[in-house]
């Protein structure tokens, strides 16, 4: 099965602001780490197309993509359009990419729905923001690559795509796309009473959306249950023509934007259980605000998707890539754990599995017996 990694350099330097959570470096952390263990070779690279403005009207209106494209050029927006676009706020600020850097991550899921036409697993990192809206930004998020990575799909001929959210934070917007369409599945699990407030437990949609919102705390075990209970026999059940997975990595103990207690084993087990099920899929990033836990994630979920060991030390040459990163979070302390630096494998973090964990996969389960 052919694997293919979707980067750009535009991510190395490019940052929100000072202050923003999307000021780390990941991607290109990801890029680096993947080089300096092998995973990387020329072969398997593919530098991310910038989507053009035509095709970002797939979903978004021509209005706000032009308002994104003034933004950049000028640096800055009017009143009006932050009221209407949301542009120019704290969570979405103007910062000197703010459409090339978006449009990139876009065009790579873009792309990816064209090459699948072929059998095939690629992997965008820079994409999977799930939230944004058809006028306006919304979580960090200007564009919405996860919706425009489907269409994409669809446009070249494939029908029915499973689309599965990991991230910390529900994918309200992609639920906003696809609410309606029976041939699009959207699993996903999240932080329950976390921004932005969606993706409760009864949500149904047209019987294509499943949701299961995770207690604080959840862990390993947790997230197993759920990819057990939930998410592989709905995707199995389903028979997708591709997979679409999020896979955001602020689940994990060390990021500050939520309060799961999940190692990125969790991540990369839901991965390993959704790759037989299907000979198309597409890879993304999404949330993930701590640069060491989501360099370390991410570099995973590309060496599980091209077929690597994950090894139990990390060489030299890549420990000096997590080393030379740094983060300054009052809630995780000056004191970075060395085995941020020297793993890739966080230890597992178990326990018993959340009564409201149980409760809600024996409600989802219920309601799939009513409709098969």
Not at 73 to 100: C, K
Not at 152 to 171: K, M, P, Q, T
């Amino acid at each position: 099965m052919i694997s293919r990694f979707i980067g750009s350099e535009i991510y190395r330097g490019s940052s929100y602001g000072g202050a923003h959570p999307l000021r780390i470096p990941r991607v290109s952390t990801v890029m680096d780490l993947s080089c300096a263990l092998g995973w990387l070779p020329g072969t398997s690279y593919l530098t991310s197309p910038r989507a053009k403005p035509a095709a970002l009207t797939a979903w978004h209106t021509p209005d706000y993509i032009a308002a994104l494209q003034a933004a950049e050029l000028t640096g800055s927006v009017s009143d009006d359009v932050r009221a209407r676009h949301a542009l120019g706020t704290a969570s979405n600020p103007v910062y000197p990419e703010v459409f090339r850097r978006p449009a990139t991550a876009a065009g790579g899921s873009i792309m990816a729905g064209s090459m699948l036409r072929a059998p095939g697993r690629l992997y965008n990192p820079g994409g999977g923001t799930h939230h944004g809206l058809p006028d306006r930004a919304n979580g960090f998020c200007y564009l919405n690559d996860p919706v425009l990575g489907i269409l994409s799909l669809r446009h070249n001929g494939l029908s029915r795509i499973a689309y599965v959210d990991i991230d910390a934070h529900h994918c309200d917007g992609v639920a906003a796309a696809f609410e309606g369409d029976p041939d699009v599945l959207m699993i996903s699990s999240h932080e329950a009473r976390r921004w932005p407030f969606t993706g409760p437990l009864e949500e149904r949609g047209v019987g294509n959306a499943w949701n299961m919102p995770l207690p604080r705390g959840a862990h390993d075990d947790d997230m197993a249950a759920v990819c057990d209970g939930l998410i592989l026999p709905r995707v199995a059940a389903f028979r997708p023509d591709a997979i679409v997975l999020q896979c955001g990595a602020d689940a994990v103990t060390e990021d500050p934007l939520s309060r799961l207690q999940m190692s990125n084993n969790a991540h990369w087990r839901v991965l390993r259980g959704l790759m037989p099920l299907c000979d198309r899929m597409l890879v993304l990033g999404g949330g993930g605000y701590n640069p060491w836990s989501v360099g370390r994630l991410w570099t995973g979920i590309w060496g599980t998707l091209s077929g690597q060991d994950i090894p139990d030390r990390l060489p030299l040459n890549a420990q000096n890539v997590l080393r030379g990163l740094s983060f300054d979070h009052p809630r995780l302390g000056r004191s970075v754990p060395e085995d941020l630096f020297t793993t890739l494998a966080d230890r597992p973090r178990t326990g018993a599995v959340h009564d409201d964990v149980r409760s809600g996969l024996a409600t989802l389960a219920a309601r799939a017996r009513v409709w098969v």
